[in-house]
Structure formats: structure tokens, C-alpha cells
């Protein structure tokens, strides 16, 4: 798969039924090619298992330069890969088009690739950190989306922990946050950290920042928002 011939094999996969829907959800004005999400993931590891690195950069690059909803969604689906060497022009991209994305679903997608990034390497925090205090709610919900790695942590690194504190301190003005979507995704990472760490994913959910002294008073059934 190529530049040249790879906006016209995801053309190829047009659905003019899913493009009316993308536009009522996302914007009339968007430019879409409707492709089904299961349709758009089996391309995309096929177009990884061909196309090496840097020639898949590229690739990516050129779909994200299109501006079309479903060639970002797959250029963000090429560079989500555990394992990449020399990838620091990979985590440029990435969060460059954080910045450029225009629906939570792009965002979503890009966080997919960031969370593989920034667990090979957790100094890059210092970029979520940032975006946690973002104007745009897009990006707040990034900060929370490239993180989940985190919360589903068992055993976090010295360094994971750091990172790991941080969010956790930031969480109740995400839960409180007045886009709904933000509120949403918080609430989806306090349920994450509540599978292996209820103590403090309960006290965060009170507004108790002292998780680790909280009480054990309460029944261990209580359940979080949803």
C-alpha cells in the first residue's frame, strides 16, 4: 500500500447509508467515506503487516493530511503498535494531530496510538500534562484516553506511579468537568482503577483525596457512576 493508492482502496469501501449517519453525528460539514469500524481495523492490520516503517509514517502522514474523517481514523489505526524503534517522529505526529482532530472519535483513535507511545517512554507525560488543563474538551478527554494504560495498571513502574498520582490528583475536576464527554471518559478511568485499587478509586469518586487513609467502614459493594 501506497500514498497514491491508498485513499482510493478506502474510497473502494464507501457505504453513502454510514456517511449519512457519520454527518448527523459528527457534522454535515465533515467529509467522510462511511467505511464500517470492523472494515476499517482489518484493513488497517493488513496495511501495518505490509507496510514497514518509515514508509508507514508516511503512509499515515498523507491519510491524516486528507482531512477526511475516515483516512485519519485509519492513519491513527497504522501507528498503534506496542513495539517501535525510533519512534520519536511517530509521538511528534501523533500529538501534533491531537491538536488538528475534530470529534472525539479521532481523538479516541489518536489516543489508541498515543497510550503505546507513552508507555514505551513515560517522560512524554509532561505533554498530558498539558492537556489536562487544555480549553478544549477534545483535548482534556485526550489526556484521560492516552492514559488508561495507567488505570488498568496492576503493578505500575516507579515512574508510572508518578504519572499515576498526577492523574489521579487531576481526576475530580474531570468528573466535575462541564463537558459531558470529559465527565464521561473520567468516569470510565475510575472504573478502570477500581478493578485492582477500589480504596482509592472510591475516594477519589468522594471527593477524598486521601485515598490511602480512607475508611474501610462502607459496604464493598458500592458501585461508581456509569
Not at 454535515?28 to 484493513?43: F, H, K, N, Q
Request: proline content about 3%; aromatic content about 6%.
Amino acid at each position: 500500500m501506497t500514498p497514491e493508492n491508498a485513499l482510493p482502496a478506502l474510497h473502494a469501501e464507501a457505504d453513502e447509508a454510514r456517511v449519512t449517519k457519520l454527518k448527523a453525528h459528527f457534522g454535515a460539514s465533515g467529509d467522510y467515506i462511511g467505511i464500517a469500524p470492523g472494515r476499517l481495523e482489518e484493513m488497517a492490520r493488513a496495511w501495518r503487516k505490509e507496510v514497514a516503517f518509515p514508509e508507514r509514517l508516511e503512509l499515515a502522514a498523507t491519510l491524516w493530511a486528507s482531512g477526511i474523517h475516515d483516512a485519519r481514523l485509519m492513519a491513527a489505526k497504522l501507528l498503534t503498535q506496542a513495539r517501535i524503534s525510533d519512534d520519536q517522529e511517530v509521538w511528534a505526529h501523533l500529538t501534533d494531530w491531537l491538536a488538528q482532530a475534530g470529534n472525539w472519535a479521532e481523538i479516541d483513535a489518536l489516543c489508541a496510538a498515543c497510550q503505546r507511545r507513552l508507555a514505551a517512554d513515560t517522560s512524554r507525560m509532561n505533554k498530558v500534562y498539558k492537556l489536562m488543563r487544555h480549553e478544549s474538551s477534545l483535548q482534556r478527554r485526550a489526556a484521560l484516553g492516552i492514559t488508561e494504560f495507567l488505570a488498568k495498571s496492576s503493578h505500575p513502574s516507579e515512574r508510572e506511579q508518578i504519572a499515576l498520582d498526577r492523574i489521579c490528583d487531576w481526576l475530580p475536576e474531570a468528573l466535575a468537568d462541564e463537558s459531558k464527554d470529559v465527565h464521561r471518559t473520567a468516569q470510565s478511568w475510575l472504573r478502570s482503577l477500581s478493578k485492582h485499587d477500589y480504596k482509592r478509586a472510591r475516594a477519589i469518586h468522594r471527593g477524598d483525596s486521601a485515598s490511602e487513609d480512607s475508611s474501610e467502614e462502607d459496604d464493598d459493594d458500592e458501585t461508581f457512576e456509569g
